[in-house]
């Protein structure tokens, strides 16, 4: 689903919660409690005017040309590389900070037994599943 009709069901979904409760509250009032109609309406008009907004910004930003290009240039094979290539080093850098924790506190007895293995489990997972993923993609590309 793209932004434009996202936002557009996000008008709707707010407009509806604004006004829905206040028909049904007029029509049956012992049907919906008063709580209810004092939390939809502002989160029904706040959902429709940071709608209203993004779309507004959406079309803004559709104009300017500078915007534009430092989206392709941000979006390139060679940055979408670096990007992951990044975040495969900082994942790494946080499962072993994570695994050590959990070694510190198992030593200091704060940790079940089970709980440790499951963590050492997760952590010895991600490195096979990062072995079988990098022998499928140099057979695939």
């Known amino acids: 689903m793209n932004k434009r009709r996202q936002m557009h069901l996000f008008i709707i979904l707010g407009v509806s919660c604004v006004f829905v409760p206040i028909l049904l509250d007029g029509l049956v009032p012992d049907l919906i409690p008063s709580w209810v109609l004092s939390l939809t309406s ?14 507004k910004h959406q079309k803004r930003l559709a104009k300017d040309r500078d915007y534009q290009k430092r989206q392709k240039e941000l979006h390139d094979e060679r940055n979408t590389a670096i990007r992951s290539k990044a975040g495969g080093i900082a994942g790494d850098i946080c ?35 990062w072995e079988m993923l990098y022998r499928w993609f140099q057979r695939k590309m």
């Open 42 to 55: 502002p989160l029904g008009g706040g959902l429709a005017g940071v709608a209203v907004g993004n779309l």
């Open 95 to 129: 499962m072993t900070a994570m695994i050590l924790v959990v070694m510190v506190v198992h030593a200091m007895e704060m940790i079940p037994f089970w709980l440790f293995c499951l963590l050492g489990g997760i952590y010895i997972f991600k490195f096979v599943l």
